[in-house]
């Protein structure tokens, strides 16, 4: 089984700090991506990477950047917290679509930040 | 600018009533089509799929989904409910990124 982890379930941070979202999978796959989910709107696409050192901005990068080192990897950073950024956060991992893959994404569990 | 629309927030249905959910999206170009659950708590978990061939695909628990291209929707099916399918539904389209819609959360009363 495909298996992604979100270091942190949950995160309680103060406005203004740094803060460090890691996720980690374990399928070899080429693409990671980084959603926040709030209600009522979804999943909004912050950062798509297709492959190592590689990153496209998603829907909402404003105050996020990521890093990806290594092709397991794909780290979210918040230079700057604030509370609009409070929110879920989903990473997901996925082949890319191509061929016979249908590029399905699959999820990690989560990390619940809160910025106070 | 390319989206995901889904057409109802909330559904509220009896036992046994059918389901359906509308998704439309406004991608050009061949796109593959997902339709992903979250249950209360839980991850996200693929329902099912549609990439290529018949356009009605069947996924798990008795969902199945039709993708007209005319219309580019992509709507979720099924016959009849139960209480366990009390979730939030999302559909997605894939091109090289993936795209969610706003979600709806089906409410199945026993």
């Known amino acids: 089984d495909v298996k992604v982890t979100q270091s942190s379930r949950y995160l309680v941070k103060r406005t203004g700090e740094k803060v460090f979202l890691e996720c980690v999978q374990d399928m070899d796959h080429e693409n990671m991506f980084w959603y926040r989910q709030d209600p009522g709107l979804g999943l909004r696409l912050i950062y798509f990477s297709y492959d190592v050192k590689m990153k496209e901005k998603g829907d909402i990068p404003e105050g996020y950047s990521v890093s990806r080192e290594k092709k397991e990897r794909f780290s979210l950073i918040l230079e700057s917290a604030s509370t609009n950024q409070t929110s879920m956060y989903l990473c997901?991992?996925?082949?890319?679509?191509?061929?016979?893959?249908?590029?399905?994404?699959?999820f990690g569990e989560g990390s619940r930040l809160t910025v106070l | 600018a390319q989206s995901v629309s889904q057409h109802n927030h909330h559904v509220i249905l009896s036992e046994a009533a059918s389901l359906e959910l509308g998704c439309n999206y406004s991608y050009g170009g061949t796109v593959n089509l997902f339709w992903y659950v979250q249950y209360p708590g839980q991850h996200l978990q693929l329902l099912l799929k549609y990439f290529s061939g018949d356009p009605l695909v069947k996924g798990i628990k008795g969902f199945e989904a039709e993708f007209i291209k005319s219309k580019f929707s992509f709507n979720l099916r099924k016959p009849s409910v139960q209480w366990s399918d009390t979730a939030e539904y999302f559909c997605a389209v894939r091109r090289n990124d993936m795209r969610f819609g706003a979600g709806t959360r089906l409410t199945v009363k026993p």
């Open positions: 997901a991992s996925s082949p890319p679509r191509t061929g016979i893959n249908t590029g399905e994404l699959f």
